[in-house]
């Protein structure tokens, strides 16, 4: 009865890699992405009753890790300023290390930071995994005009943060 | 002809059709404007791929490997088990403890769905304590009489731990001829649940001693806890009458 389970698990391994890009896009910190990673899996497998055979699994899986993301930011959001606490403590304990990590942030991770999380989610399936817009809009969940209507307004704010662009007119003459 | 901010990010990011991308690529050659967006759209798209690229060519944490390889899985064969004779509520839903398995206590995730069905544990602060039949017989019945038929809780041995708590070990009938064996121990005010695993099914009328049947798993978490030998007939009677507070 196990034949199909036994599949999973290394079909799983394969997506690791890209599902743990795509939380530290949502999350911006490598340590809450893989945090996010290791809840999704655990997720996935304890419900995999609910993944439809022949659909795709980093789909369902990147579906979960979105949901768990959104439901983790509703509960810091409810308790308050944890956030800042934590890490007040992380820096005043690891100072130099923390430092350090933040100097590494690239521009594109400081500007995809600031985005609203809509946005960030839909910039980080489309522009950075590379998925059709008809994937993107089911993982979120929503129709594909809000998916292209979010990622024209996170493109708009990313290039203006990492290129210093200016908003494309059409038909203006330069 | 004017394209739109909308078709110029589809033919970016590679959506159009070959007809549509032709119409943009044939208006790009034209106005200068739209080929510099088009090229810092390019740009950007490349500044995000160059930029996470690290995290997908690094090796994967071993933890995040090993949660994948040893996450139990519930599938379609097993979330329809025959024991699960009332669908279980997913144990995610009740808050399920990940730190109770962190912390090796043997729970099976079977045993468990089966018995949160059955009503006959819950979860309370993050772990798992005896309710309704069970939590009445884990305190009111001795092994050493003869439990009523009707009740579908059988007491195995009683035996203090290392904690000096009284702790007993159970099989209880969830219903369709299907059985947990577990071991309990006394809290102030529970029957926290230590250990829980299936056992095969059987026919629930004909149990067998519950320390002969005891899965492995049980088993081991029994031999880790007990602190001497299981309690005689009179120290158990003794134990119940003081309402198994620790000594």
Known sequence: MDSSADHVRPQMLAILPRLRRFALALTGARADADDLVQDTVERALRSLHQFTPGTRMDSW?????????????????????????????????????????????????????????????????????????????????????????????????????????????????? | MMVSKEMVMAFVDGELSSADALRVEREIATNPALARYVDEQRALKRHLETAFSPIVTAPVPHRLEATVMDTPIISNETAQAPHASVRPLPFWRIGF?????????????????????????????????????????????????QASPASPTRIGVSFVNKGGEFCRSFTSDTGRNAAVAGIACRTAQDWRIEALAAMPAQDSRNFQPAAATMPDSVRTALNGIIAGAALDAQAEREARDRDWRAR
């Open chain 2, 97 to 145: 403890p990940i730190g109770a398995l962190a912390a090796g206590i043997a729970i099976g995730v079977l045993a468990m769905n089966s018995m949160i069905g059955a009503n006959l544990i819950a979860n309370r602060n993050g772990g798992f304590v005896a309710a309704g039949g069970l939590a009445q017989a884990l305190s009111t019945q001795l092994a050493s009489e």
């Open chain 1, 61 to 174: 899986m990147f579906r979960i890790a979105k949901n768990l993301w959104i439901d983790s930011l509703r509960a810091r959001k409810a308790r308050g300023p944890m956030v800042e606490l934590d890490e007040a403590i992380a820096i005043s304990v690891d100072g130099e290390r923390t430092a350090e990590a933040k100097m590494m942030l690239t521009d594109v991770e400081r500007g995809l930071a600031v985005l609203p999380e809509d946005q960030r989610a839909a910039i980080a399936l489309v522009l950075i995994d590379g998925l059709s817009y008809r994937e993107a809009a089911s993982i979120l969940d929503v129709p594909i005009g809000t998916l292209t209507s979010r990622l024209a307004r996170g493109r708009e704010t990313l290039a203006a943060l990492v290129l210093g662009a200016n908003a494309y007119a059409p038909g203006r003459p330069s």
